[in-house]
T-cell receptor
Framework: AQSVTQLGSHVSVSEGALVLLRCNYS??????LFWYVQYPNQGLQLLLK??????LVKGINGFEAEFKKSETSFHLTKPSAHMSDAAEYFC???????????FGKGTTLSVSS | KAGVTQTPRYLIKTRGQQVTLSCSPI?????VSWYQQTPGQGLQFLFE???????NKGNFPGRFSGRQFSNSRSEMNVSTLELGDSALYLC????????????FGPGTRLTVT
């Protein structure tokens, strides 16, 4: 069965600092991989997705992620954090068919001024 | 284009009661998936409907059921509510059965007392 591990349930950075949120997946076949963001009392918003095209994926709000098959990782980065980036971030994996997503436990990002 | 809408947004029920939640997908989307989000278990896939048929189901008891109508609107029902059913229930819609672009609604917050 596929699974997703997000290292660090809580990450704190200063405004302007690099954001790095870690995600490792287990899959025997090339998966679909996603990063979603959730703001308080809201649903999930898709940040970016990997679907076996380019390994470096650019998303919205300046975020990007790199698919590394050898490390089974899909870490999310942003060069310079903004206060508005404070939210909960979820990494997810999906099988080739169907829409079921398997989510990691989430990482709460705090940004201080 | 209107996003995914979920009604009601908030709901309080008593143990033993049943509840029905509604999800209206983005116009033209034919696939609807449901997820349960709790602090302890995180985001878990409930089921997926496409063309009025359940295509996939997560590991939840039979008290959790759903259906999809010909206009792609979907409902999920939970019978004999338990305290542990308190959660944010999210639905997501997509054009087809591929997982590469799902749009989430704001969720229904269910509290069971």
């Amino acid at each position: 069965a596929q699974s997703v591990t997000q290292l660090g349930s809580h990450v704190s950075v200063s405004e302007g600092a690099l954001v790095l949120l870690r995600c490792n997946y287990s899959s025997s076949v090339p998966p679909y991989l996603f990063w979603y963001v959730q703001y308080p009392n809201q649903g999930l918003q898709l940040l970016l997705k990997y679907t076996s095209a380019a390994t470096l994926v650019k998303g919205i709000n300046g975020f990007e992620a790199e698919f590394k098959k050898s490390e089974t990782s899909f870490h999310l980065t942003k060069p310079s954090a903004h206060m508005s980036d404070a939210a909960e971030y979820f990494c997810a994996v999906a099988e080739q068919a169907g829409t079921a997503l398997i989510f990691g436990k989430g990482t709460t990002l705090s940004v201080s001024s | 284009k209107a996003g995914v809408t979920q009604t009601p947004r908030y709901l309080i029920k008593t143990r033993g009661q049943q509840v029905t939640l509604s999800c209206s997908p983005i116009s033209g989307h034919r696939s609807v998936s449901w997820y349960q989000q709790t602090p302890g278990q995180g985001l878990q896939f409930l089921f997926e409907y496409f063309s009025e048929t359940q295509r996939n189901k997560g590991n939840f008891p039979g008290r959790f059921s759903g259906r999809q109508f010909s206009n792609s609107r979907s409902e999920m029902n939970v019978s004999t509510l338990e305290l542990g059913d308190s959660a944010l229930y999210l639905c997501a819609s997509s054009l087809s059965r591929t997982p590469d672009e799902q749009y989430f609604g704001p969720g229904t917050r269910l509290t069971v007392t």
